[in-house]
């Protein structure tokens, strides 16, 4: 029986880490191209068999995983997370669980966990929610001032976009994302010249300010995942080299107690060889 250590060395090979990224990306494409009608009128048979095909080496991959690493699979989230994936594209497709069959694509996302430096990427987005709580609070905050003065100020103007404050919670949202900001704008202005003051304090404090708080607590968490993984991989390179350092210590204690022995062993006298007779000159 192959032992959980050779499992192990295996799937934490880089050849075969490349073969699962390998798979993936073909079983994406393979997905995407059961979308089109007319690559499926002439094609379906063999993507339907490449799509079983990647979804069983899924499945040998996670149950070598889940051999190797035995309890400790359950207590990554990555491998959770693998494990639901692929999981839901076993269920039948049939009756009521119809609808899971477009859940498929999912397994798309173990690029997540296959990619370290993706994953290094998506926990630091996740890292970073908690901070992004507080600046949501801030810009709905933002948002919802500005709606009551927009409304208040250019409700009898523009009814259409303003009259209400769910329309100028709608169109403001608009603006601060860019898209129709100018327009509106224009159109204020030509019945309100100042209204141009209300929409750049209102752009510069939600998209230049607020807005880029989000870059800011994004970027700071996944540099912090980047640095933590970084120390994580130093302290275990240390440990190795002290792993070594130690059993070269072992190696010359015991070469040194050999020593000690050979030392204490009475040796035998030296035999002095009889010389040669010299030639008579």
């Known amino acids: 029986m192959i032992s959980r250590t050779a499992v192990r060395a295996l799937v934490e090979h880089p050849r075969f880490q490349q073969v699962v990224i390998a798979v993936i990306v073909v079983n994406a494409i393979t997905l995407g191209l059961q979308t089109s009608r007319s690559v499926v009128a002439e094609h379906g048979e063999l993507l339907d068999t490449a799509d079983q095909a990647a979804l069983a080496f899924f499945v040998v991959e996670l149950s070598m995983r889940f051999y190797a690493y035995g309890r400790d699979f359950f207590r990554d989230p990555w491998s959770l997370f693998d494990l639901v994936v692929v999981a839901i594209a076993l269920v039948p497709a049939t009756g009521p669980f119809a609808v899971l069959r477009t859940l498929r694509v999912l397994r798309v996302l173990r690029l997540f966990t296959a990619i370290p430096a993706m994953r290094r990427v998506v926990g630091g987005l996740l890292s970073s929610l908690p901070g992004m709580a507080s600046i949501v609070v801030l810009l709905s905050l933002v948002l919802y001032v500005a709606g009551?003065?927009?409304?208040?100020?250019?409700?009898?103007?523009?009814?259409?976009?303003?009259?209400?404050?769910?329309?100028?919670?709608?169109?403001?949202?608009?603006v601060m994302i860019g898209e129709t900001g100018m327009e509106v704008a224009r159109d204020l202005m030509a019945a309100e010249p100042l209204a141009w003051i209300f929409f750049v304090v209102y752009i510069v404090v939600s998209s230049f300010a607020v807005l880029n708080l989000f870059i800011g607590v994004i970027v700071s968490s996944v540099e912090s995942e980047f640095t933590r993984d970084q120390f994580a991989a130093e302290e275990q390179r240390d440990a190795e080299e002290a792993v070594v350092v130690e059993n070269i210590l072992d190696e010359i204690r015991s070469l040194r107690a050999e020593v000690a022995a050979l030392r204490g062993i009475d040796l035998p006298q030296q035999v002095t060889l009889p010389t040669a007779p010299r030639a008579r000159e």
């Open 148 to 174: 009551v003065l927009a409304t208040t100020l250019f409700g009898g103007v523009r009814p259409d976009v303003f009259g209400s404050l769910d329309s100028s919670l709608f169109t403001l949202f608009q």
